[in-house]
């Protein structure tokens, strides 16, 4: 039982109809932004230290697909293939498997059953923004996650997995104060929850690192608007500072391809 989430609920429970209200207003005030396009891709390395390439599949929500820049080149799949090619100085063939508005339990039955490829190296899984935007309990949180993992495990035994940061839903410019005291503490509420299942995994990690903006913006001499693309998705600028910290995470977990 997360006494967390029952003491958020308990708190937050009377102010729900006008949480609902703020999130019809906020959806019809962003833009409908594209998917990116170009859904994979290959960057060879300089000096391979390997004539094996890693393969990776990007699989999840919004982020992973991309929604706020042209291209996956651009974003969030295609740096952290550069990334990795640059790290562990092999090529990298990198594809992409994701869809906005996906909660887990859709990015299970209607994403992985569309995956083709047989075998993979890593599969990076970037979750949480929905299910925290449709308040899933832990409980439903949990339950989802598991049969993500068993479903990629059925179809990648052996496949290194790592789990995404979850989304700084506390940062997003366009949610109000109450969006993101209630949806914001709900996403690291799952967050926590994520990095517990993991433990119960082999080769299964997540990146449980929480997203600083305030750090990112000294680091790059940046302002809070160019992290995002319409108050809620990342920029160009956020896809690639997160997939270079994300390659960092990946080397951390001494994956080997």
Request: charged share 25%; aromatic share 10%; hydrophobic share 40%.
């Amino acid at each position: 039982m997360n006494f967390k989430y029952i003491l958020g609920y308990l708190i937050s429970a009377p102010l729900l109809p006008l949480l609902y209200l703020q999130g019809k207003k906020l959806r019809r005030s962003i833009p409908k932004l594209p998917y990116a396009e170009g859904d994979s891709g290959v960057f060879l390395a300089e000096d391979q230290s390997s004539d094996q390439p890693l393969k990776i599949l990007a699989i999840g929500e919004s982020t992973i697909a991309g929604i706020g820049v042209e291209t996956h080149e651009e974003g969030f799949a295609g740096t952290l293939g550069k990334e990795l090619s640059i790290l562990f100085q092999r090529d990298v063939h990198w594809k992409v498997y994701a869809r906005g508005g996906y909660a887990v339990q859709q990015i299970t039955q209607q994403i992985i059953p569309k995956i083709t490829e047989s075998n993979a190296d890593i599969l990076i899984i970037g979750i949480g923004g929905n299910d925290a935007f449709k308040l899933s309990s832990p409980e439903k949180w949990r339950q989802d996650v598991t049969h993500l993992i068993d479903s990629l495990r059925t179809k990648f035994p052996n496949t290194t997995i790592m789990f995404c940061n979850m989304p700084p839903i506390k940062e997003f410019p366009a949610f109000t104060s109450l969006m993101k005291f209630v949806i914001g503490n709900r996403v690291e509420i799952l967050g926590e929850e994520l990095d517990i299942l993991v433990k119960n995994y082999k080769n299964v990690y997540y990146q449980n690192e929480k997203i600083v903006l305030d750090e990112w913006m000294q680091k790059l001499n940046k302002k809070a608007s160019d992290f995002f693309s319409d108050g809620v998705h990342p920029s160009k600028l956020t896809y690639q500072e997160w997939a270079k910290e994300m390659a960092v995470g990946i080397k951390k977990i001494n994956f080997s391809g």
